[in-house]
T-cell receptor, first 114, second 113 residues
Framework: GAGVSQSPRYKVAKRGQDVALRCDPI?????LFWYQQALGQGPEFLTY????????KSGLPSDRFFAERPEGSVSTLKIQRTQQEDSAVYLC????????????FGPGTRLTVL | AQSVAQPEDQVNVAEGNPLTVKCTYS??????LFWYVQYPNRGLQFLLK????DNLVKGSYGFEAEFNKSQTSFHLKKPSALVSDSALYFC???????????WGAGTKLIIKP
């Protein structure tokens, strides 16, 4: 089936605007992860869902970041009052289960905050 | 604390020569190790992983990696490089008590014809 998809692929926001980034995981995948990747760096973990439960949000950098997965499939990462330091690529990944399964990544959303 | 080191920012190899991209790690418990490749403006693509078993793991596109517990390394290798292998390669690790992947900073692999 289809892989992980993310939308939009590119987002430009003015500082202070709110943004919402969408992730469609592979159908049937239980686990969903969000990562932030700064230019020239490896991804950094933001948050993890198992079905609709957000089991770990320890990587969210501030309370302006919020993620949800209300029906255990599609997930949305919301950033309120965006700041320039939020500029990065936001990657979503899903895996079939939660343990050692491989994580499959979407193409990412490149967020630029002006 | 868990960590991953990719000591080389860039590796240059001539087409047809063997290549190695280095990765060392630090993790509590048994390590689960992964290699991903990233092409420009594209997401991370899974290459291979080590969970348990044989230390030599074979993956996609002719890549393999060798797990060395004593040296805490998981170097990526390919016997004969292709120009199309040029990309950014990431090593990642997680411990057996959690699910977070910890990533290296990436190594840019350049294969010259």
């Amino acid at each position: 089936g289809a892989g992980v998809s993310q939308s939009p692929r590119y987002k430009v926001a003015k500082r202070g605007q709110d943004v919402a980034l969408r992730c469609d995981p592979i159908s049937g995948h239980v686990s969903l992860f969000w990562y932030q990747q700064a230019l020239g760096q490896g991804p950094e973990f933001l948050t993890y869902f198992q079905n609709e439960a957000q089991l770990d949000k320890s990587g969210l950098p501030s309370d302006r970041f919020f993620a949800e997965r209300p029906e255990g499939s599609v997930s949305t990462l919301k950033i309120q009052r965006t700041q320039q330091e939020d500029s990065a690529v936001y990657l979503c990944a899903s895996s079939e289960h939660s343990s050692t399964d491989t994580q499959y990544f979407g193409p990412g959303t490149r967020l630029t905050v002006l | 604390a868990q960590s991953v080191a990719q000591p080389e920012d860039q590796v240059n190899v001539a087409e047809g020569n063997p290549l190695t991209v280095k990765c060392t790690y630090s993790v509590s418990g048994n390590p689960y190790l992964f290699w991903y490749v990233q092409y420009p403006n594209r997401g991370l693509q899974f290459l291979l992983k080590y969970i348990t078993g044989d230390n030599l793991v074979k993956g996609s596109y002719g890549f393999e990696a060798e797990f060395n517990k004593s040296q805490t390394s998981f170097h990526l290798k390919k016997p004969s490089a292709l120009v199309s292998d040029s990309a950014l390669y990431f090593c990642a690790v997680r411990g057996d008590s959690n699910y977070q992947l910890i990533w290296g900073a990436g190594t840019k692999l350049i294969i010259k014809p």
